[in-house]
C-alpha cells in the first residue's frame, strides 16, 4: 500500500488515501462524473483520511439521495465522495491525487448512464 495525497484544486480540502500504486480505476458516464471528470478510486472508509477542510465541504444528493458528492465551497472541485455503489465506503477522484505516488493507472469505463442495469459490473473496492 501507498499512502497518495490529494485534495480540491484552492487546497482547502486535503486527504491521505492508503492503495496501491499500481491504480486501477473506474471512469463512469453517468451525468454527474462525465460533468465533473471523476475517476473513481473506491476505498474503504479506513483507507481515507481528511486532513484538513471538513469546514469548506458542500454536500450535494440527487435521485435516491444515497451518493454523497462532497464539493469544495471555494473552488467547487469535487475530490471525494461516497458513491451509491458503495454507500460504506470512499470514491477518491484519481485526478486529484498528487501524481508523484502514481506508478500506473489503469482505468476501466463504466456504463453509470445505464446504472442500474451495470451496478453489477462494477469491482469491489481498490483496497
Not at 465533473?36 to 474503504?44: P, R
Not at 471525494?80 to 470514491?91: C, E, G, K, L, T
Amino acid at each position: 500500500m501507498t499512502i497518495h495525497t490529494g485534495g480540491c484544486h484552492c487546497g482547502k480540502v486535503r486527504f491521505e488515501v492508503d492503495a496501491s500504486a499500481d491504480i486501477e480505476a473506474t471512469q463512469c458516464n453517468c451525468s454527474v462524473c462525465r460533468m465533473t471528470a471523476f475517476v473513481h478510486l473506491i476505498v474503504s472508509r479506513d483507507n481515507f483520511r481528511l486532513q484538513r477542510g471538513g469546514d469548506a465541504i458542500e454536500t450535494y444528493t440527487f435521485n435516491t439521495g444515497i451518493a454523497q458528492h462532497y464539493f469544495c465551497r471555494r473552488c467547487g472541485i469535487k475530490s471525494y465522495y461516497v458513491p451509491r455503489s458503495h454507500p460504506d465506503s470512499i470514491s477518491v477522484n484519481v485526478n486529484c491525487l498528487e501524481p508523484e505516488t502514481i506508478r500506473s493507472l489503469s482505468v476501466t469505463p463504466f456504463d453509470g448512464r445505464h446504472w442500474e442495469e451495470n451496478v453489477s459490473e462494477l469491482s469491489p473496492l481498490s483496497d
